[in-house]
């Protein structure tokens, strides 16, 4: 018996050929904007690259003939609260690390004046990096390399891609590469598990904000190596940046990595039923 290289058993359109019009979508919408931001010297900001990694999953599951809750999860009370858990779980992966530090010298902080006029920005930043890379990694491409593959592999085939587009971030050399690399990676698994434990993208948006505007908006760590203007302003001691993550940010510390391997490792226990 022969296998239809298009349609499955079900007569329905296999998941890879839906990942390349998802990405074929993507690019039809996004490469005009990126000719016309370059005739007119502007910058895509990332709240753009949010909307329109959004428009095309709304294309795609329009396609489909499936509504985007299907992406996002129903938005409802239990929608909110995992949004709400997600980013307290976020605060913890940067707070943890940041006390440990602090505790043993290795870095204080000064108040930041200049950061308090930039907060609103850094809030809406930190909100569209967010939104745009959980739709991209953990939207629709995840989602239906889950139905087409399985979700471990669809979970290190993402992370692998996540890992991919930080790769060339300021500051990743030597120590700190090894280390973020380490950390960014497993940080996708904890994005992904969160979607799967939950079928919902509210807990890994939470995540993901939470993350990276504690990390850089209130203890003026880098994210991801770009230089960020917090509340408070990190003086380091003269120690490894192993230690601390220096001007990377604490994705590069040995103390972030532990951090985010327990919440991992907290995800694979987490019995959701009993949670509702």
């Not at 930080?166 to 950390?183: E, F, Q, R, W, Y």
Request: hydrophobic share 55%.
């Amino acid at each position: 018996m022969s296998i239809n290289p298009f349609l499955n058993s079900e007569c329905q359109l296999r998941n890879g050929w839906w990942i390349l019009i998802f990405f074929l979508v993507l690019a039809a919408l996004l490469v005009p904007t990126l000719i016309v931001a370059q005739q007119n010297s502007m910058d895509v900001s990332i709240g753009l690259q949010a909307v329109i990694i959004v428009v095309a999953s709304f294309i795609c599951q329009l396609l489909r003939r499936k509504s985007m809750s299907e992406l996002l999860g129903e938005f409802n009370m239990r929608w909110l609260k995992e949004l709400g858990l997600g980013g307290l779980i976020g605060s913890a992966l940067m707070i943890v690390p940041a006390l440990i530090l602090w505790i043993f010298g290795w870095v204080h902080w000064e108040w930041n004046p200049a950061g308090v006029s930039t907060l609103l920005s850094t809030v809406l930043l930190f909100a569209g990096v967010a939104a745009a890379e959980e739709l991209l990694f953990r939207g629709f491409v995840f989602q239906r390399l889950i139905a087409g593959l399985g979700q471990w592999p669809a979970q290190l085939i993402l992370a692998a891609y996540f890992l991919l587009t930080h790769l060339n971030n300021p500051g990743m050399t030597g120590d700190v590469k090894v280390l973020a690399s380490i950390n960014i990676f497993i940080a996708s698994l904890v994005f992904g598990l969160a979607f799967i434990r939950t079928q919902s993208l509210a807990m890994p948006l939470g995540l993901h904000f939470m993350a990276n505007f504690i990390q850089g908006g209130v203890l003026g760590f880098g994210v991801s190596g770009t230089d960020q203007s917090g509340l408070l302003k990190p003086i380091f001691s003269d120690v490894p940046n192993w230690l601390t993550g220096g001007q990377f940010g604490l994705e590069a510390s040995v103390f972030g990595l532990v951090c985010v391997v327990t919440v991992w490792i907290l995800f694979q226990r987490w019995d959701v039923a009993k949670a509702y």
